[in-house]
Structures are given as structure tokens and as C-alpha cells.
């Protein structure tokens, strides 16, 4: 075989390889969209409320808990799990090579804790909040070896593209659940079930769904094997070794706080945006659902939009104006009419447009920044900034709303995440950073 049908047969492989890789955001990201974002943070607030005391509060393990804090609550748990779980699959990842039963691991424990909250009724709120922190802790410690694979399918002039496509066909495997959703939703009537019911089967949907095309990218990815074979009940001890290896790459460690920060913000908002709307302003389910579908619509196009703006004004620059954006959005949020669903259909295509391609030029801007062969090290620690870091946001938001009683106070207190990050952000020189790292500097960044 000639040298131009090596590159080429190379070529081909590395393009099916990424096909593949975008499929997992594909399976995953309508458990985030369904799940955490529209049904089960209502869902599970009024699963909470039925098992009440008169004051307002349930009472699990002994501590009262404002009812409609508790699912807050357990997206802070679920982060916590994560950042234990996270370590250890990281090490184990790069050590090892073999990422890919890790990620089925991960992705099959998180499929069947979604699924199985078809059976969260009546008062089973301690239920409903142990299976949602088992499927998020999941999803976030998969993302760790699913990020992990994106240095080694694209070379680093394509990653900012390939990242945005991931995205990309994560907003749209949402959009099209949740066209699904809405239709069971609305017109649960017509299909002989009720309210509730129909709820359910959107929760367990999610989690069929995300087990079933998860099989795609199993196929598709290769592991590359390392000589290397550590434990990975060392992975605490290696966890340690990789933030002191990032003390010697401080620009790197600068950019991951700015992430931990701003990122915080971000995800608070998607998870308690649902929330916010069903229990400040009095919107409905359906309106909700709409507005979260025009959330992922317009984010496959915000994503695959500010991957272009990327290539022109570089990853650095479009994450900054993104985050202005972000800051105004939700400041104008706080001063949402309640009752008005098209002041807040205006605000979800505010976040729509900046949302994917906020999180997608984070992550390809960070692979910039690993040292070659420590990939899924570094982006455990990425992945602790990402989900597994967020736990500030939904802890502040749930102790605001539980000392105040008022949503409109939890959600102008993120604000904050967003100055901060922008602030921490716009000091990182990128390019020197990415020098420092090993690795080429594209000519765009």
C-alpha cells in the first residue's frame, strides 16, 4: 500500500471514529435535557411536597430540608459522588487504555438508574433523589473518559469543530426527545395515561434511549492500549500527582479555575431552570418543554455558529463574549413577569444561542492544554470542573431559595459565577499556555 493510501485508510478510520464519538453525546444528552432539565426537577419537587410535614419540610436522614430544596439538593450529592468516582476512572482510563468498558460502565449504571425512575409515585421522594444522583454522578464521571477521546480522533486545528459537532448532535438528540415528550405530554389523554404517568414514561424514555445509542460509539471508538497497567484504586494518589503536575503548567490550572467557575454558573441554570419557571412563575409543564426544545434548536445552531465566530475571532475571545451574554440573560431572568411564557420563551433563546458553544469551545480550548499522553488524567480534572465541581451553584441556589423562599433571589445570586469566570478567564494567555503544555499552537486560538 502506497503512503498516500496509508494517510488516506488513516484518514477514513479517524473520520468514522469521530462519527462515532459525537453518538455518545447523542445518547447522553437527553437524560441531561429530559431528565435534569424539564421533568424531574418539578416532577421530584412535587414528589417532595406530597411527603411534607406541615411546615413545608421532609426529612431525610433526620435533617429537615425545605421541600423544594430537595432536588437542588441532590444535584449537589450527585457531585459530590462524582468527584470521588472521578479519580479513580480517570487513572484507570489512561493507565490501562481501556476506556471504552469503563465508559459502557459508567453509561449502562447511569441508562438504568434513569429508567428505573418510572417508578417514582407518590411520596418516594428518597427514591426519586437516590436515582437521580446515581445517573447524574454517572453521566459526569462517563464525560471524563468520553472528553478523553477527543486529542487522540482530532488533530488540534479540528478540534474546535469536531467538539461544537458533539454538541451539536447532543442539542439535537434532545430536541427530538423532547418533541416526542411533548406530545405524550400534552395529549397524555388521547394515549389513556395520566399526567403523572406520562411523566414517567418521558423519565424512563431517556434512559432506554441513552442505553440503546450508546452502543454506537462502543463500536465505533478504539482503545489504544498503554504498557502501563496501574490499579485503579490509586487513583486518589494519582489525582494528586496530576495537580501537581499542573503546579508546574500553572496556566493550565488557571484556566481550569476560570472553567470551575463560570461553568458552576452554567450548570445551575440548566438544572434548575425547569424550576424556576414551574415554581416562580407559575408556567406550565407544556410551556416549559417548549421552551427547553427551542433551548436545544437554536443551541445546535449557537454551537456550530460560535465554532465558526472561533475560527475567526479564536476560541478564547468567543468564550468571553459568551459569557457577557450569559451575565445579561440571566440578570434580565430575575425580572421575568410571572405568568408571561413569552418573556420566557425570549430569555430560553437567549441561553440557547451560547450555550452550546460556550461548553463545546471550553472543552476543545482545555485539549489544547493537556500534556500529550494524559489525556483522561487531565480531563478527570476537567470533568471535576465541569460536573463534578458544580456543586456550588445548586448548593447556593437551594440555601438561598430555603433562607429566603424566593427563586428570584437563588437565581440572581449566579450572576456571580459569570463575572468571576470572565474576570479569571481573560487573564489566561492561551497561547503561551498551550506552548507550555507541549503541544503545537494553531495559528487561530
Known amino acids: 500500500m502506497s503512503t498516500t493510501d496509508t494517510v488516506r485508510t488513516a484518514t477514513t478510520d479517524l473520520r468514522r471514529e469521530q462519527r462515532g464519538w459525537y453518538f455518545y453525546d447523542w445518547a447522553c444528552s437527553v437524560y441531561s435535557t429530559s431528565v435534569l432539565t424539564v421533568f ?24 429537615p430540608v425545605r421541600a423544594g430544596s430537595f432536588f437542588a439538593y441532590c444535584v449537589s450529592a450527585s457531585v459530590i459522588v462524582s468527584i470521588v468516582v472521578m479519580p479513580l476512572v480517570g487513572t484507570a482510563a489512561d493507565r490501562t487504555g481501556r476506556k471504552k468498558p469503563l465508559l459502557a460502565a459508567c453509561a449502562y449504571l447511569g441508562a438504568t438508574a434513569t429508567t428505573g425512575l418510572f417508578f417514582l409515585s407518590g411520596d418516594r421522594y428518597l427514591l426519586g433523589g437516590l436515582l437521580l444522583i446515581v445517573a447524574n454522578s454517572s453521566v459526569a464521571v462517563s464525560m471524563v ?5 477527543l486529542p487522540q480522533i482530532a488533530p488540534p486545528e479540528e478540534r474546535d469543530r469536531v467538539s461544537s459537532r458533539g454538541w451539536a448532535f447532543g442539542y439535537a438528540a434532545g430536541s427530538s426527545m423532547l418533541i416526542v415528550n411533548l406530545v405524550l405530554f400534552t395529549a397524555h389523554d388521547s394515549f389513556g395515561v395520566s399526567e403523572s404517568v406520562a411523566v414517567r414514561i418521558c423519565l424512563a424514555s431517556a434512559g ?3 442505553g440503546a445509542f450508546t452502543l ?3 463500536k465505533r471508538l478504539h482503545d489504544r492500549r498503554t504498557a502501563s497497567a496501574a490499579p485503579a484504586a490509586h487513583g486518589w494518589r494519582q489525582l494528586a500527582t496530576t495537580v501537581r503536575d499542573m503546579r508546574g503548567k500553572p496556566l493550565t490550572l488557571s484556566f481550569l479555575l476560570a472553567y470551575l467557575i463560570y461553568n458552576d454558573g452554567i450548570q445551575t441554570v440548566i438544572s434548575q431552570a425547569s424550576v424556576y419557571g414551574s415554581e416562580e412563575l407559575g408556567l406550565s409543564q407544556s410551556t416549559l418543554i417548549t421552551a427547553v426544545l427551542m433551548v436545544q434548536v437554536l443551541a445546535v445552531a449557537g454551537a456550530l455558529g460560535m465554532g465558526r465566530l472561533a475560527r475567526t475571532y479564536g476560541a478564547k475571545r468567543t468564550i468571553l463574549g459568551s459569557l457577557v451574554a450569559w451575565t445579561v440573560t440571566l440578570a434580565a431572568g430575575y425580572f421575568l413577569p410571572a405568568g408571561a411564557p413569552v418573556w420566557f420563551f425570549v430569555l430560553a433563546a437567549g441561553i440557547g444561542l451560547v450555550l452550546g458553544g460556550s461548553q463545546a469551545l471550553s472543552r476543545s480550548l482545555f485539549s489544547h492544554l493537556v500534556p ?7 480531563f478527570s480534572a476537567y470533568e471535576m470542573s465541569d460536573r463534578g465541581m458544580s456543586w456550588l451553584g445548586p448548593l447556593l441556589f437551594g440555601i438561598t431559595y430555603q433562607l429566603t423562599g424566593s427563586y428570584r433571589d437563588a437565581i440572581i445570586s449566579l450572576v456571580a459565577f459569570f463575572v468571576i469566570g470572565f474576570a479569571l478567564l481573560a487573564r489566561v494567555p492561551v497561547r503561551r499556555a498551550i506552548h507550555d503544555a507541549g503541544n503545537p499552537v494553531p495559528e487561530r486560538i
Do not use: C, M, Q, R
Open 40 to 63: 424531574l426537577g418539578p416532577y421530584l419537587t412535587s414528589v417532595a411536597k406530597s411527603a411534607a410535614d406541615a411546615d413545608g419540610f421532609v426529612h431525610p436522614l433526620g435533617i
Open 145 to 149: 473518559v468520553y472528553n478523553s477521546y
Open 208 to 210: 432506554l434511549w441513552w
Open 216 to 218: 454506537v460509539p462502543l
Open 372 to 378: 500529550p499522553g494524559k489525556e483522561a488524567e487531565y
